[in-house]
């Protein structure tokens, strides 16, 4: 029995050694469509519980003061990479973010009063300049320059802008030749425009991570993550009872793969399949466009092939569906094609062309070989000249669209239903739809196995029948 996801009649986060709320939002993994609709939606619960933002003047290098709402920056190394500064999140900060894909940066609304604050508060001598179109006042702009004492400014725009010689000398000076990675790092430490999380792979060291959470003095830290953000969270919460760090940790299941144990389904997912439906048309408009023309699409699905299976189901254009779950000999593969579109999830096959033990990376996932390219060069290989293989990997620009409606809506309960459970006191819990009832679950009852494909259930079987697929293994 699981716990009904909503708010509480009583309160039970205040606690003796933190008199205010303070918490902390981080993403983990790769980028999937909703991210940012989940961070809205906590940001905006929060603030409706009165978790004050602070002015953004108060984040000093690593003196973060309380009753704050923070983005961790780039995963969980955020918590303790000096360069990664976490970001205030107001509600005024995330209004829109859930319009764009991904959780990286934000377009407009710059405040720029705010911005010469800054730049007279940090001391900075370059500044970097966006981007419009119309006439500029060139008197008045060498004033500013003059008045706030730069003596770096970077322009960057076409003929317009730019003179029609390369170099431009002043004082003996060059301009031009700038250090673009050095720009990017700066503009990502200094937090100019408007710049927002952002995700990342790989192991944390938790130890340091609850170290921060206590010198920072938060009591809330929402983890949005797939099986290895989650298995964090849980680690997270672990090594908080363990130091007597009182902070409750709430994750969001995050996977685009829909890959997580007993939830219904992960935000994202419905927008990854309406997507790759694009895909797969393409691909079915190249074979049928070639002379003996075969076209490879290539989805995500490391271990789960639950986005292949969906998407091939519902574009009907499909013709062959490999997914990890199902194994598949080349002999009768080779026997089926002609003029077939093909549907490969990204771990299908793995056993046909691996060899030796696979390796790891640095979230411990097993590093799974290119399934796509494989199968084009095997087809290629054995037709020769005589057949036509288009290949299409649409998998980042799924990843980086922004949600559907109903995508769009779960998110927003997700979100909501993340700041309810840490205002209960629950820690160490997560939120999700199961059996169509939005509920907390311990995160142990996650991450003890990835979902799967069910070969003999009935969607894959619902699948086969409608496509014509012979069994092929």
């Known amino acids: 029995m699981f716990c009904a996801v909503g708010d509480r009649d009583k309160i039970r986060l205040h606690t003796v050694e933190y008199e205010s709320e303070s918490s902390s939002v981080v993403t983990c993994g790769g980028l ?38 923070l983005g961790i920056r780039y995963g969980l190394r955020g918590f303790y990479e000096q360069d990664f500064k976490p970001l205030q999140l107001t509600p005024e900060y995330v209004d829109g973010i859930h319009l764009k894909g991904g959780t990286g940066t934000s377009r407009g609304g710059a405040d720029v009063k ?16 966006g981007t419009c179109r119309g006439g500029a006042d060139v008197k008045t702009i060498v004033q500013r320059i003059n008045l706030w004492g730069l003596n770096m400014v970077f322009v960057v725009g076409g003929p317009d802008t730019t003179p029609a010689h390369p170099t431009i000398s002043h004082h003996g000076t060059s301009c031009g030749g700038a250090d673009v990675k050095t720009i990017e790092q700066r503009i990502d430490l200094w937090g100019l425009d408007m710049v ?11 130890k340091t991570i609850v170290q921060r959470i206590d010198l ?3 009591n809330m830290v929402f983890v949005v993550g797939g099986p290895g953000g989650n298995a964090a969270a849980h680690a997270i919460a672990q090594e908080c009872e363990a130091q007597g760090v009182i902070c409750n940790v709430v994750g969001v299941p995050k996977s685009i793969d829909n890959d997580i144990l007993i939830i219904d389904r992960c935000f994202g997912f419905e927008t990854a399949v309406e997507e790759a439906q694009r895909a797969l048309l393409a691909g079915k408009v190249e074979a049928m466009s070639a002379y003996n023309g075969l076209g490879v699409v290539k989805l995500m699905g490391k271990q789960s092939g639950f986005i292949a299976m969906q998407a091939s189901m519902a574009s009907g254009v499909v013709d062959i569906c490999l997914i990890p779950e199902v194994p598949f000999t080349l002999e009768k593969l080779f026997a089926y094609v002609a ?17 030796g033990p696979a390796d790891v990376d640095a979230s411990g996932n097993t590093i799974l070989q290119d399934a796509g390219l494989w199968l084009r060069g095997v087809l290629k290989a054995h037709f020769g000249g005589e057949a036509d293989v288009k290949y299409i990997d649409p998998s980042y620009m799924i990843r980086a669209q922004p949600t559907s409606s109903n995508d769009r809506v779960y998110c927003k309960i997700l979100g909501q239903g993340a700041v309810h459970a840490a205002f209960a006191g629950y820690t160490d819990c997560t939120v999700g739809m199961v059996n169509t009832h939005y509920v907390y679950l311990p995160i142990s009852t996650l991450i003890q196995a990835p979902r799967k494909v069910n070969p003999g259930g009935r969607e894959w079987n619902r699948l086969i029948t409608a496509i014509n697929q012979p069994p092929l293994s």
């Open 32 to 69: 999937c469509p909703g991210l940012n609709d989940v961070v809205q939606n906590v940001v905006y619960t929060l603030s409706d519980y009165g978790v004050p933002p602070e002015s953004i003047f108060g984040i000093s290098d690593y003196g973060v003061p309380s009753e704050s709402i």
């Open 196 to 206: 927002f999380v952002g995700t990342s792979r790989g192991g944390a060291d938790v």
């Open 114 to 129: 705010t911005i010469v604050q800054r730049i007279n508060l940090w001391g900075l001598n370059m500044v970097f300049v």
């Open 216 to 218: 920072w003095g938060l």
């Open 339 to 355: 003029e077939k579109a093909h549907c490969v999830a990204e771990g299908a096959g793995q056993e046909l062309f691996t060899e």
